[in-house]
């Protein structure tokens, strides 16, 4: 079974420029998260989706960055314009409703703004 | 509402001698709870979950966890520490509403 996939893994950009990750959750996860962590830090949930309806998204900086899953698949997370504090890993991950509930995660997009 | 605590940000142990991470929790509802371990520069993997089955829960690479209710905790485990497991760990918890929290992390050095 393929697991979450995202791209790109790393990208490096200035600051004010715009950067868009993407995110293709295991097949038939209903729910996808976008979490983005600071090195040395636990990951902070910016966005979760539950198919393409947003749940939560009370910590996503809606000045800058925006978050989509139209389909209710896979989703992109953009950032526009990017200040020197994104600097981070920006993970998805995704789950199940129901009795498997476990969340999987990709391996993250790296972000380093300059 | 709920929350998580790791409550040791760092532990260091020899190796071959037991790791002992440990998390508390808080939620209004009967939550799932995982362990996760996250390795330099990768992503974050499963290493167990606990889900309202088996008190004792083991997960890979020798690692296993026990829920008790009556205390809230939910603390990770292993006999014996091999040089591979330096790595951050964190415990998660995800209750009903499906909304994650994670703990700050515990960063785990193996000293030779």
């Known amino acids: 079974e393929a697991g979450v996939a995202q791209s790109p893994r790393y990208k490096i950009i200035e600051k004010r420029q715009s950067v868009a990750f993407w995110c293709n959750p295991i097949?038939?996860?209903?729910?996808l998260y976008w979490y983005q962590q600071i090195l040395g830090q636990g990951p902070k949930l910016l966005i979760q989706?539950?198919?393409?309806?947003?749940?939560?998204d009370s910590q996503l900086p809606k000045d800058r960055f925006s978050a989509e899953r139209l389909k209710g698949v896979d989703s992109t997370l953009k950032i526009q314009p990017a200040k020197l504090e994104d600097s981070a890993v920006y993970l998805c991950?995704?789950?199940?409703?129901?009795?498997?509930?476990?969340?999987?995660f990709g391996e993250g997009s790296w972000l380093t703004v300059v | 509402a709920q929350s998580v605590t790791q409550l040791d940000s760092h532990v260091s142990v020899s190796e071959g001698t037991p790791v002992l991470l440990r998390c508390n929790y808080s939620?209004?509802?009967?939550?799932?709870l995982f362990w996760y371990v996250q390795h330099p520069n990768k992503g974050l993997q499963l290493l167990l979950k606990?889900?309202?089955?088996?008190?004792l829960v083991k997960g890979i690479n020798g690692f296993e966890a026990e829920f008790k209710k009556s205390e809230t905790s939910f603390h990770l485990t292993k006999p014996s520490a091999h040089m591979s497991d330096a790595a951050e760990y964190f415990c998660?918890?995800?209750?009903?509403?499906?909304?994650?929290?994670f703990g700050a992390g515990t960063t785990v050095t193996v000293r030779a």
């Open positions: 097949s038939g996860h209903a729910t």
């Open positions: 991950a995704s789950s199940l409703v129901g009795d498997d509930n476990t969340i999987y």
């Open positions: 998660v918890v995800l209750p009903d509403d499906y909304k994650l929290s």
């Open positions: 939620s209004s509802y009967s939550p799932s």
């Open positions: 606990y889900t309202s089955a088996a008190t």
């Open positions: 989706f539950q198919n393409n309806g947003v749940v939560d």
